[in-house]
């Protein structure tokens, strides 16, 4: 199994970037997707989630900013992200948990059974 997370770079403030989360190995329709981030010196934490059905969920933080999406035919998961901000800056990961998992559990990283590399967003001032 493999998660390749791309698309990070360096992004003015206010600006936007899309993250992708290509999978390999494994079928994302039948996975909970998972986006978390770690900033530098901080603990990773919960962005947004993709249920198999559909149904996404975003920290509550970051509603009205990112979007989670998925295309299962790509077999890849998409963050977009707008009006970007120096807090944003982060090494954003992608994870794949079982279908089954429950709303409330989607927030915990233990849940994810598969992760990605990582891919580096820095947003400037």
């Known amino acids: 199994v493999q998660l390749q997370a791309s698309g990070g770079g360096l992004v003015q403030a206010g600006g936007s970037l899309r993250l992708s989360c290509a999978a390999s190995?494994?079928?994302?329709?039948?996975?909970?997707m998972g986006w978390f981030r770690q900033a530098p010196g901080k603990e990773r934490e919960f962005v947004a989630a993709?249920?198999?059905?559909?149904?996404?969920y975003l920290a509550d933080s970051l509603k009205g900013r990112f979007t989670v999406s998925r295309d299962n035919d790509k077999n890849t998961v998409y963050l977009e992200m707008n009006s970007l901000k120096p807090q944003d800056t982060a090494v954003y990961y992608c994870g794949a948990a079982s279908g089954l998992s429950s709303i409330a559990n989607m927030r915990r990283q233990s849940i994810y059974i598969h992760w990605g590399q990582g891919t580096q967003v820095t947003v400037s001032s």
């Open positions: 190995g494994l079928i994302v329709s039948r996975y909970v």
């Open positions: 993709s249920r198999s059905g559909g149904n996404t």
